[in-house]
């Protein structure tokens, strides 16, 4: 046993939440529940009143994180000290959108000004691509950029690139590759031109498999169509801490961005990783970026628990992880430049806190990381929300969307907002057996076939969800939002009491790959492991002989 399920305050959480009401009622009862279960900050409103939730509830939440010692926890990241234990790190992303003036010392260093340094050298870079002064081999301008990374060095820049659309300088295109399946990069670069193609490859070891891989084809590939060995430098520049093994490449010292091992993948778009995306929106959006996310950073860090904004939602997704059975947690963005933040948001809360032992090596006896997944209103609503509103898992819901739109064409968006706000209406009430029967009386139908349907049309309601509105999405308002589920995720590892920053599963995994590879170059038989991967390997070469 835990100590965290040994406590009183878990004990009154398992006796509260089985005694709650249907959310129907608690909104009869309080015609003010909207007021008093909505909060702002950093440009984002929050609306939280339709959880399984009452006062009562939300006071034994919060006296769970203050004995758990969240706010020290939290002051524990800000100030650098070993929260990842396992690897014996600091975790310092905040670091990295800290304003100039802040100083933030690790081992005798002040790194805020190592982060501006290289956000100077980012600066000087964007600047020389996007004005055409950096030129190719041939001395034609750089059109196209090929972002080359895995997991965050991808997905981040990836994702709040697309995200960030309209902000697009239109000088630039940009085109990630992560997937070492020979066909992701092979039909990228069908339709490249080496002359005025411009290489990012990002890998703090400049040996990642995956990104190597993809990086030797991408060079293969500039040297047959015409590039020398020496014009690499020209084409190809890296984010690495490697900084030997870049220059062997053929980088050029000056076109290497740092890494610091104080940043996690999945916490680093907001580090030289971003480079892609200030490419494509411009220095000066990337940096009004970094300023979203540090006014929420500030937030998190001074805002009283029962007013913080990541507090509450982290809260809340441990309440329905660990007192209401859920397993899982969905994300809905009703904004079709936000489609691909649930993928982000999935790898960023699951790599995180998919953990199994507490920071002292305890099995866990609770559930910890939740299966995030998601995708883009209103498309959801005509496949997987039948499941939302009928089936019989709860899966609590985050509903996202700008008030405005940067594309304004007739009632699009009012109907995008009326969807929004009517699937969490529907959600939260649902439709009782008396409702459904009362709709059907204008039927034709006989009353038993009434009655029939009437019972298909049954939804139970009480399924939580947030709503979290932002005026308009842009590059401030974005850098808020992905802070604010960064320091989400914080909150439920550190009541956990796990290590959200490593992930030895993911280690495991590349270890054994690497493992298999061998074997499926060798000349004999692969004998030495199970069955099934024996076979499986044998198959694999007798197909490719």
């Known amino acids: 046993m835990t100590r965290l399920t040994q406590s009183n305050t878990w004990k009154a959480l398992q006796t509260h939440t089985q005694a709650l009401p249907h959310m129907r009622s608690l909104f009869e009862d309080d015609t003010q529940r909207f007021n008093n279960m909505s909060t702002s900050a950093c440009g984002l409103f929050l609306d939280y009143s339709k959880n399984r939730a009452t006062e009562e509830t939300l006071s034994l939440l919060f006296k769970l994180a203050?004995?758990?010692?969240?706010?020290?926890?939290?002051?524990?990241?800000?100030?650098?000290?070993?929260?990842?234990?396992?690897?014996?790190?600091?975790?310092?992303?905040?670091?990295?959108?800290?304003?100039?003036?802040?100083?933030?010392?690790?081992?005798?260093?002040?790194?805020?000004?190592?982060?501006?340094?290289?956000?100077?050298?980012?600066?000087?870079?964007?600047?020389?691509?996007?004005?055409?002064?950096?030129?190719?081999?041939?001395?034609?301008?750089?059109?196209?950029?090929?972002?080359?990374?895995?997991?965050?060095?991808?997905?981040?820049?990836?994702?709040?690139?697309?995200?960030?659309?309209?902000?697009?300088?239109?000088?630039?295109?940009?085109?990630?590759?992560?997937?070492?399946d020979a066909s992701s990069i092979t039909e990228k670069l069908k339709v490249l031109d080496a002359e005025t193609t411009l290489f990012v490859m990002s890998s703090k070891s400049f040996g990642t498999q995956e990104t190597l891989t993809n990086t030797l084809s991408a060079k293969d590939w500039f040297l047959t169509q015409g590039g020398e060995q020496n014009d690499v430098a020209k084409h190809f520049v890296a984010v690495t801490s490697n900084v030997a093994k870049a220059t062997e490449f053929g980088i050029d010292a000056n076109n290497i961005f740092p890494m610091w091992d104080w940043v996690g993948g999945r916490y680093s778009l907001w580090s030289a990783i971003g480079l892609p995306i200030a490419l494509l929106i411009g220095m000066d959006n990337f940096l009004d970026m970094l300023k979203g996310a540090n006014e929420m950073d500030q937030h998190f860090l001074n805002a009283p628990l029962t007013e913080n904004m990541p507090v509450l939602m982290g809260l809340f997704s441990l309440l329905y992880g660990n007192f209401h059975g859920a397993q899982s947690h969905v994300v809905l963005t009703y904004d079709h430049y936000l489609r691909g933040l649930p993928a982000y948001f999935q790898q960023l809360d699951m790599e995180s806190n998919g953990k199994s032992v507490t920071l002292d090596g305890t099995q866990v006896d609770f559930s910890t990381g939740p299966v995030i997944w998601g995708g883009e209103g209103t498309n959801g609503q005509h496949a997987y929300h039948q499941l939302l509103h009928q089936g019989t898992a709860l899966i609590p819901a985050d509903f996202i969307m700008p008030l405005n739109s940067h594309n304004p064409l007739g009632e699009h968006h009012i109907q995008l907002a009326s969807n929004c706000f009517g699937q969490t209406q529907a959600l939260m009430q649902g439709r009782n057996y008396d409702e459904a029967l009362e709709e059907m009386s204008d039927s034709k139908l006989s009353a038993d076939e009434q009655v029939l349907i009437a019972k298909h049309k049954v939804m139970p309601g009480n399924k939580p969800s947030n709503t979290i509105l932002m005026d308009k999405l842009t590059p401030t308002t974005l850098g808020s939002l992905i802070a604010l589920y960064e320091h989400r995720t914080f909150v439920q590892g550190a009541i956990w009491d796990i290590n959200s920053f490593d992930q030895w599963g993911v280690e495991l995994g590349k270890n054994l790959g690497n493992d298999v590879l061998d074997r499926l170059s060798a000349d004999t038989d692969a004998t030495a492991l199970d069955s099934s991967s024996n076979g499986l390997i044998n198959m694999f070469r007798q197909g490719n002989i």
């Open 66 to 180: 203050d004995e758990t010692q969240l706010v020290s926890k939290i002051n524990a990241m800000f100030n650098g000290e070993i929260i990842n234990t396992t690897e014996n790190r600091a975790v310092l992303h905040t670091a990295l959108r800290a304003k100039p003036e802040q100083k933030i010392m690790l081992d005798g260093v002040n790194i805020v000004q190592e982060v501006q340094e290289t956000q100077q050298q980012m600066a000087k870079f964007v600047e020389a691509v996007s004005s055409g002064h950096w030129k190719g081999y041939t001395g034609k301008a750089i059109t196209d950029v090929v972002s080359i990374g895995i997991g965050g060095s991808f997905l981040g820049p990836k994702i709040v690139s697309q995200a960030l659309r309209p902000y697009w300088t239109g000088k630039l295109n940009c085109h990630f590759v992560a997937n070492v």
